[in-house]
């Protein structure tokens, strides 16, 4: 089945630092990407997406492109703030399903 | 517009007990999950379903069953609750490539 490599936590960044998170994925044919955020004591929120090779989603400040030759989906952000702070995933849908990987949890300090 | 709702919210179960976490979502949406996710770990998948009377596996069912006789309802059982089972369990649900919505879980203890 589908399977999903996250760059290792934690995360802490001063504000307005860079911000790079590593997504890797193995799967069939050709998944539509997910990040999703978790604030604390909360579900899931979707980030962004995108759906095939090459394009870019984009929100919140937030990019991550599809990158089917090295099949990676790597999170990015120019200025990190306090309330960046939660835990994100990487999810490939594939075979109608969401495949999650453990999960990064970044800290952002003022 | 209420989305996807998940009760309880808490609960604390005794070993060899059952219960059921309900999940419902207004959406229309036609794929609905269940995962667990363990303190400091990712989201395992344990059941979903692409509609109405079809369910399958994750990959994590052992322990739970589940059903789909409505588009809106995705109930979870847990028939002999085991230490094990303490989690977090999060309900999705989704059109398949726009993304799912998730609630806002249920913090299970089973002691």
């Known amino acids: 089945g589908d399977s999903v490599t996250q760059m290792e936590g934690p995360v802490t960044l001063s504000e307005e630092a860079f911000l790079t998170i590593n997504c890797t994925y193995t799967?069939?044919?050709?998944?539509?990407l997910f990040w999703y955020v978790q604030y604390p004591g909360e579900g899931l929120q979707l980030l962004l997406k995108?759906?095939?090779?090459?394009d870019k989603g984009s929100n919140k400040g937030f990019e991550a492109t599809y990158r089917k030759e090295t099949t990676s989906f790597h999170l990015e952000k120019g200025s990190v703030q306090v309330s960046d702070s939660a835990v994100y995933f990487c999810a490939p849908f594939g075979n109608e399903k969401l495949t999650f990987g453990t999960g990064t949890r970044l800290t952002i300090i003022p | 517009n209420a989305g996807v709702t998940q009760t309880p919210k808490f609960r604390i179960l005794k070993i060899g007990q059952s219960m059921t976490l309900q999940c419902t979502q207004d959406?229309?949406?036609?794929?609905m999950y269940w995962y667990r996710q363990d303190p400091g770990m990712g989201l395992k998948l344990i059941y979903y379903s692409v509609g109405a009377g079809i369910t399958d596996k994750g990959e994590v069912p052992n322990g739970y069953n589940v059903s789909r006789s409505t588009t809106e309802d995705f109930p979870l059982r847990l028939e002999l609750a085991a230490p094990s089972q303490t989690s977090v369990y999060f309900c999705a649900s989704s059109l398949g490539d726009p993304g799912a919505f998730f609630g806002q879980g249920t913090r299970l203890t089973v002691v």
């Open positions: 799967a069939t044919g050709y998944p539509s």
């Open positions: 995108a759906t095939k090779a090459d």
């Open positions: 959406m229309n949406h036609n794929y």
